[in-house]
């Protein structure tokens, strides 16, 4: 017997789409353009084997996950050592970012990094930190505390910018045995609605975010629909609205108190996802989906 197909909630897009001209919770300050060095990575553990071969691929994650994270407008990459201020400058950034990682022994690693004023050639932040381990849990742990380190001194050094994040409508997909029944549940509508929100005023408190809310057609509603299901149809109405990315949320409904929350974060200039996660399995009714939902959204953009 074939499962019935199972049940989205859409709620809200629509009108949300035709509410106000580009309004935005706050003007966006322009963000710094910033080049960023190929990291070095050095060994002094007298492990056997290529170590730098071996953990370039880390390297290279360590510093996009910095720049993904840090308040820039753009990872501008700069190649080589003998021209790193004479390349920014030529690729139009403001900030140089440089640093490297030296491995101790096989559990000590140093990693240090600084951002540079292209124009003046002067160090205006510079971190130095020590992480345990070397496996990749250990390299994402790094990587997230540096960029949340030096995102703070950027924004102490009035250097950050918000980023413009068009946020839209949470959406069910439900799985549940009654999903035939119970798309149209007002309470289910309300929850919904309730757990954007709490997304909306979290990233609002981070200080981070300028929160894009709102212009758009009936056409750009009908072309996007459910988007559960639409294969990154929100990062050209985002572009649109003027926003440098755009938030989807989805509540997977698995029973009446079983619920997943799913978070992508895309590129509104070119559809590619840029964070991704979802929560597991979480217990709790409807009422329940905005606390899990501020739970993941808290632990995905790191928001303090």
Same mark, same amino acid.
């Given at each position: ?49 290529? $170590?730098?071969? =071996?953990?370039?691929?880390? /390297?290279? #994650?360590?510093? %996009? @996950?910095?720049? +993904? ?26 900030l140089l970012l440089r640093g490297g990682v030296h491995k101790m022994s096989t559990l000590v690693q140093w990693a240090v990094a600084q951002l540079v004023d292209v124009r003046t050639g002067r160090v205006i932040l510079r971190r130095l930190y020590t992480f345990r381990g070397d496996d990749r849990l250990a390299w994402a742990h790094a990587g997230a505390f540096l960029a949340r380190d030096l995102g703070e001194g950027m924004r102490h050094a009035g250097l950050a910018g918000k980023i413009p994040l068009a946020v839209f409508p949470f959406e069910m997909d439900d799985f549940s045995a009654d999903a035939g029944y119970g ?7 309300? $929850?919904?609605? =309730?757990?954007?929100?709490? /997304?909306? #005023?979290?990233? %609002? @408190?981070?200080? +981070? ?96």
């Amino acid at each position: 017997m074939k499962r019935a197909r199972r049940g989205i909630l859409w709620v809200g897009l629509a009108a949300w789409l035709c509410v106000g001209m580009g309004a935005a919770d706050a003007a966006a300050a322009p963000r710094p353009r910033i080049a960023v060095a190929v990291f070095a990575y050095t060994d002094s553990s007298g492990e056997p084997g290529p $170590q730098a071969r =071996a953990h370039r691929s880390e /390297v290279l #994650a360590l510093q %996009r @996950a910095l720049v +993904r994270r840090l308040p820039v407008e753009a990872d501008v990459s700069a190649s080589g050592t003998d021209c790193l201020d004479r390349c920014a400058r030529a690729a139009g950034a403001t900030l140089l970012l440089r640093g490297g990682v030296h491995k101790m022994s096989t559990l000590v690693q140093w990693a240090v990094a600084q951002l540079v004023d292209v124009r003046t050639g002067r160090v205006i932040l510079r971190r130095l930190y020590t992480f345990r381990g070397d496996d990749r849990l250990a390299w994402a742990h790094a990587g997230a505390f540096l960029a949340r380190d030096l995102g703070e001194g950027m924004r102490h050094a009035g250097l950050a910018g918000k980023i413009p994040l068009a946020v839209f409508p949470f959406e069910m997909d439900d799985f549940s045995a009654d999903a035939g029944y119970g798309v149209a549940n007002p309470v289910q509508k309300g $929850q919904l609605q =309730a757990a954007t929100e709490a /997304v909306r #005023a979290a990233l %609002r @408190a981070s200080g +981070r975010f300028v929160l894009l809310t709102g212009t758009g057609t009936a056409r750009d509603a009908r072309a996007v629909g459910a988007m559960v299901d639409c294969g990154g149809c929100d990062a050209p109405v985002a572009r649109r609205l003027g926003a440098s990315e755009a938030l989807t949320g989805v509540i997977q409904r698995i029973s009446q108190t079983e619920y997943q929350v799913r978070l992508t974060v895309r590129d509104a200039a070119s559809g590619a996802v840029l964070l991704q996660a979802d929560s597991g399995l979480r217990m709790g009714a409807a009422y329940a989906w905005g606390r899990g939902a501020v739970t993941l959204a808290r632990a995905l953009l790191d928001l303090s």
